[in-house]
């Protein structure tokens, strides 16, 4: 907390006293000595120069006067213009319409589902969100993870860690005697806060796996986060044992570019395996021509993220914490999870139409005053792990239920059709518990977005009767 205080007064305040080399007038250092030391090289100009990134008065001898108008957090996305942008306007600029910023997918896809339709097409990011029901779950539960959500105190959490704008990414350390570092070298602690959640890529990443209460309690797994989530053990991504961290093939472009009219992030990737795999680049296919259609994580994914049943309610009279608002407001979602998984996924089709690792982006019950009765939802969604690996066998394929989206259980091919037996029960929809589509893909199916599908029929047949090696 001392630290924090300090820091506090830090903004606004310049170096002073020609014994420092500071500016003649500047009255910061009088009070922060040592926040002149700490700076990288590219930023050093700002050891005599508070004012410019945190604004106040370097002239005044009084700490109510210096502090006026200035802000301990340079960055915020509400003043990045003034206190970055003088350097970095077009970054400032692209990041104001990113991804990371808007959230549009999350907008879009979460209306959709919940609400069942596309919402207030004038509305249709993080920053101005509205109050129906898929709002208020976004402003409830989701809203925290984008760069707009005000960073309150100077410390770092790699677990709980939101908002900031562009310290956000960019400090990586909060040293008690120095003026905290901005670096280009982002540390994967930065990306943990929010990707460690929903897609999971950054446990995935390092070869952690979420996992249940009732699982770790089986299991006797005393795997927990800071945050009490329970975690196992499994596989790498060998990139991650090779040391390569997430900037090394995620970079500026890709994070803080301008998303134009992309709706999901993989619409804002730029990386690709063949940037740095040169047999495929060179010879413009897979490993196998016969698999021309699959994507390189469809084979290379050593497993994913899985979970199959959820429940959320609704309660109006709880009270809850508001991203958007900051504040603990009327009405409050419960969340029930159950039934998580950490095996290859299914197989489905991109709006590539190529062959991609689909997992349930929901299979979900929700429950809401305003409405008649329970909704059911059964949504897959298209994946990459992050957790690249040996190719994974030609049975997990071509003799699993699973990889057909047709869930556990067993199956054949026989008789000229496809013939199977779940393991699981069936939902309300006709479909095993685990399950995306049927075999004649008349059933379920549902994507978030236009052009993704489940195998059809003529496709599952396909991969079931193909031969192996």
């Avoid at 097409?121 to 779950?137: F, I, V, Y």
């Avoid at 982002?186 to 460690?196: I, K, L, M, Y």
């Avoid at 792990?385 to 071509?398: D, K, N, V």
């Avoid at 929809?429 to 008349?442: E, I, M, Q, S």
Wanted: hydrophobic share 30%; aromatic share 4%; charged share 20%.
């Amino acid at each position: 907390m001392m630290y924090v205080a300090a820091i506090l007064l830090l903004c606004g305040q310049q170096a002073i006293g020609a014994q420092s080399g500071a500016q003649p007038g500047s009255t910061c250092i009088q009070c922060h000595p040592a926040k002149r030391s700490g700076f990288a090289e590219a930023h050093s100009f700002g050891a005599d120069n508070c004012t410019i990134c945190h604004g106040g008065d370097d002239t005044s001898d009084t700490a109510h006067d210096s502090h006026a108008g200035m802000t301990g957090f340079p960055g915020l996305l509400d003043n990045a213009a003034r206190a970055c942008g003088s350097c970095h306007a077009d970054k400032v600029e692209s990041v104001g319409n990113s991804l990371m910023h808007t959230g549009r997918g999350m907008v879009s896809v979460t209306r959709k589902i919940v609400d069942g339709h596309k919402g207030d097409e004038t509305s249709t990011n993080l920053q101005s969100l509205g109050h129906s029901a898929a709002d208020s779950m976004l402003r409830k539960l989701c809203s925290s993870c984008h760069l707009g959500q005000e960073k309150t105190t100077h410390q770092l959490d790699p677990v709980r860690d939101r908002g900031g704008g562009c310290l956000a990414c960019h400090i990586n350390s909060y040293p008690e005697d120095a003026h905290p570092a901005l670096t280009a070298s982002v540390s994967d602690a930065r990306c943990f806060g929010c990707h460690s959640r929903s897609a999971r890529i950054s446990l995935s990443y390092t070869g952690l796996a979420e996992i249940d209460p009732a699982t770790a309690r089986q299991r006797e797994s005393r795997l927990r986060l800071p945050d009490g989530r329970h975690v196992e053990r499994k596989p790498a991504d060998i990139h991650f044992t090779a040391g390569m961290n997430c900037i090394s093939c995620h970079k500026g472009s890709d994070l803080m570019g301008d998303a134009g009219d992309a709706v999901h992030q993989r619409d804002a990737v730029e990386s690709r395996c063949v940037d740095c795999h040169e047999v495929e680049r060179a010879t413009g296919q897979p490993h196998d021509p016969d698999h021309e259609r699959l994507e390189c994580s469809t084979c290379h994914s050593q497993w994913a993220p899985q979970c199959f049943g959820c429940h959320m309610q609704y309660d109006p009279d709880g009270r809850q914490w508001d991203h958007t608002e900051q504040q603990e407001t009327a009405g409050r979602w419960h969340e029930q999870r159950s039934d998580f998984r950490n095996e290859p996924g299914a197989l489905g089709v991109n709006a590539m139409n190529r062959i991609e690792l689909f997992i349930p982006g929901m299979i979900m019950t929700l429950v809401h005053p305003d409405w008649d009765g329970e909704k059911f939802v059964r949504i897959f969604a298209p994946i990459s792990p992050h957790t690249t690996g040996p190719a994974r066998s030609c049975e997990s394929c071509h003799r699993s239920s699973v990889a057909l989206g047709l869930g556990q259980g067993t199956v054949d091919f026989r008789d000229d059709r496809i013939n199977f037996l779940p393991a699981h029960q069936l939902l309300r929809d006709g479909l095993p518990a685990d399950a995306w589509t049927n075999v004649g893909g008349t059933a379920g199916g549902r994507a978030p977005l236009s052009g993704q599908r489940p195998l059809n029929e003529e496709e599952m047949e396909a991969v079931l009767t193909a031969p192996l090696p």
